[in-house]
C-alpha cells in the first residue's frame, strides 16, 4: 500500500535564546535560508540583556519571536510545542546552526 501526502508538512524550526546577541542572527539566517519549503521560524528569547530582542526583532514577520522576561524556560518551549500549526519541528541551541540541507525528508 502507497500512503499519498495530500500536502507537504510544515516544519518549525524553534530557536532557544538568552545572551547569544552575537550569535542570533546567524542562526535565524541558517534556519530561514533552508533548501526545505514551507518552514517557520520561531525565535524564543527568555529575557536577555545584551541587544538579542532588538535583532530579533529586526526580522519582522519573517519570524514568530516569543518574548518572555524570565519565565520558565521549559514550560516555555512547552508552550511554544503546543502551538505549532503542523507536527514536524526542529529545536535549534545556539551552539547549532543549520545546513542549508539540514531540512531534508
Same mark, same amino acid.
Given at each position: 500500500?502507497?500512503?499519498v501526502?495530500?500536502?507537504?508538512?510544515l516544519?518549525s524550526?524553534?530557536?532557544?535564546?538568552y545572551?547569544y546577541g552575537?550569535?542570533?542572527?546567524?542562526?535565524?539566517d541558517?534556519?530561514l535560508?533552508? &533548501? %526545505?519549503?514551507p518552514?517557520?521560524?520561531?525565535?524564543?528569547? /527568555?529575557?536577555s540583556? /545584551?541587544?538579542s530582542?532588538?535583532i530579533?526583532?529586526s %526580522?519582522?514577520?519573517?519570524?514568530?519571536?516569543?518574548?518572555?522576561?524570565?519565565?520558565?524556560?521549559?514550560?516555555l518551549?512547552?508552550?511554544?510545542?503546543?502551538?505549532?500549526?503542523?507536527q514536524?519541528f526542529?529545536?535549534? &541551541?545556539l551552539?547549532?546552526?543549520?545546513?542549508?540541507?539540514?531540512?531534508?525528508?
Open positions: 500500500m502507497n500512503i501526502r495530500s500536502h507537504t508538512p516544519v524550526i524553534i530557536i532557544n535564546n545572551n552575537s550569535f542570533i542572527a546567524q542562526a535565524i541558517s534556519a535560508n533552508q &533548501t %526545505y519549503s518552514i517557520e521560524v520561531i525565535v524564543v528569547d /527568555d529575557g540583556t /545584551d541587544n530582542r532588538e530579533i526583532t %526580522y519582522g514577520d519573517k519570524i514568530t519571536p516569543v518574548l518572555k522576561k524570565m519565565a520558565d524556560k521549559p514550560q518551549i512547552m508552550q511554544v510545542l503546543l502551538q505549532l500549526r503542523d514536524l526542529a529545536f535549534s &541551541t551552539t547549532i546552526f543549520f545546513s542549508l540541507k539540514k531540512l531534508l525528508l
